[in-house]
């Protein structure tokens, strides 16, 4: 914000700052989101099980459709993602899978 105030320093347009932060938002009750971790999209990471070779990544999907395409490759011998790409060049076994984000 402040280089958009800085553009405008020689004008004589005015610039304002507005606080998000206020303390009626802080007390509020959030708002509860009933849908399920792995119907999210986010941060995932899955892990090798033979290796616990980690693999972090983030998807604007959901996590669980992402994880199964991971599953799809592998079965398919398609080294289309790295973790695929991983398992299948080491022979591994596919591990778990956890949203983190």
């Known amino acids: 914000m402040r ?3 800085n553009l405008f ?10 606080n998000n932060n206020t303390i009626s938002q802080i007390l509020r009750p959030k708002a509860t ?3 399920p971790i792995y119907n999210k999209c986010g941060i995932h990471k899955l892990t090798c ?3 616990q070779h980690v693999y972090m990544r983030q998807t604007s999907r959901n996590v669980k459709q992402r994880y199964l395409e ?6 398919n011998s398609n080294p289309q993602s790295a973790f695929a790409q991983h398992t299948l060049n080491n ?5 778990t899978i956890e949203e983190i984000m």
């Not at 320093?9 to 507005?18: P, V, Y």
């Open 3 to 5: 280089k958009i105030t």
């Open 9 to 18: 320093k020689h004008t004589d347009i005015k610039g304002a700052f507005k």
């Open 33 to 35: 989101n009933n849908t």
């Open 49 to 51: 099980k033979t290796f």
């Open 70 to 75: 991971h599953v799809r490759y592998i079965r």
């Open 91 to 95: 022979q591994h076994e596919y591990g």
